[in-house]
């Protein structure tokens, strides 16, 4: 992995660094880039805004990594009030839930996150609309899976996400191609070690295009999450060869970054789903889109710097 990028998921986990990004000024500019707001009612406005331009979206209550179980409740009540929100707003159908699982308890239980979850699936299916789970760092792979499968008995358009850094994803596409199984496809965003995951870019687009293949050969219906302009070439070019109609997949991409590009996808029939983050735990969600993007960190270093 870039050495930077490696440097920047380390200070993810640094208190000091996250107090001084927490409370500078120009960090609030920063983050309202890729984040909706901090609460409910500012989700639903960009919700609105996104739904209004032709787009789709799939909103996330921020937060992980939770290791208190009266924290992992307070994240599916702030689910189940979301979902009461986009059905009395009538964006439901537009615009579904991508739960982390971290965040209800799976780093305590297993039992606990699949209730929790299950909760807000049935939140869901009442208001009319779908949740995917996201898909975190690989020590929690087989765990979100075994979570999935659970969940897909009794709600069968329970999203997956897989990574097509980690070698073993090839095989999950395989398995997870099946008719009805939503299941997004990205690179991965968390550091791996290569035991289990390819460093390399090429590796990493090339089994991205591999899993492409798998899924869209298969009856399921795909979710490409990438905001890389050859990867989104390669995957109109393929669709079409699978004989795939804009409507039987779609392409997603993350609050904030390449709008036009989202716009333009849509304009040409195309369904585009964008991952709207919200909430008040931005930090670490932060962090990887920063360490995605050297870019935007120097910038933002070099903002941080002038102020302290
Ligand atoms: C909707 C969505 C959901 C996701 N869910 C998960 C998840 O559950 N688990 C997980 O591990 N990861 C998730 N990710 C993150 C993902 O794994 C990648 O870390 C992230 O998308 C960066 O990879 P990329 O495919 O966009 O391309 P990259 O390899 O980062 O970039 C390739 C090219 O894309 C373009 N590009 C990328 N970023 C920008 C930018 N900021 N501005 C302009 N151009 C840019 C540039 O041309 C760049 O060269 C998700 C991503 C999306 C879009």
Not at 84 to 101: G, T
Not at 105 to 127: F, H, K, P, V, Y
Not at 168 to 183: I, N, Y
Not at 225 to 230: I, L, Q, V
Request: aromatic letters at 8%; hydrophobic letters at 40%.
């Amino acid at each position: 992995m870039n050495p930077l990028r490696s440097l920047i998921l380390a200070a993810a986990g640094n208190d000091a660094i996250r107090k001084l990004v927490a409370t500078t000024p120009i960090s609030r500019d920063v983050v309202r880039r890729f984040v909706a707001g901090e609460t409910t009612a500012e989700a639903i406005t960009v919700t609105r805004t996104l739904v209004d331009s032709g787009l789709t979206v799939t909103l996330d209550y921020l937060g992980e990594d939770t290791t208190d179980a009266e924290l992992a409740e307070q994240t599916v009540q702030a689910y189940l009030k979301l979902l009461d929100r986009l059905h009395a707003e009538n964006l439901a159908e537009r615009a579904e839930v991508s739960v982390k699982l971290s965040a209800v308890g799976q780093l305590l239980d297993e039992t606990l996150a699949l209730n929790n979850a299950s909760r807000i699936c049935a939140a869901a299916e009442q208001a009319g609309t779908t949740v995917t789970l996201d898909m975190e760092d690989h020590t929690t792979t087989d765990s979100t899976l075994r979570i999935l499968d659970e969940l897909r008995r009794t709600w069968p358009w329970t999203g997956a996400v897989l990574q097509s850094y980690l070698h073993r994803t090839l095989d999950d596409c395989a398995r997870l191609a099946g008719s009805g199984s939503r299941v997004r496809l990205c690179k991965g965003a968390y550091a791996e070690p290569e035991q289990v995951a390819f460093a390399d870019k090429h590796e990493i687009d090339v089994g991205y295009v591999r899993c492409a293949n798998a899924l869209l050969a298969g009856d399921g219906y795909p979710m490409f999450a990438t905001h890389d302009p050859r990867l989104v070439e390669i995957l109109s070019e393929r669709a079409k060869w699978h004989d795939r109609k804009p409507g039987s997949f779609e392409f997603q991409m993350l609050y904030g970054i390449r709008p036009d590009e989202q716009l333009r996808l849509a304009g040409e029939g195309h369904t585009v789903r964008v991952y709207v983050p919200y909430g008040e735990q931005w930090y670490g969600y932060l962090m990887r889109r920063l360490a995605e993007r050297p870019a935007n960190m120097a910038f933002f270093l070099r903002a941080l710097a002038s102020r302290s």
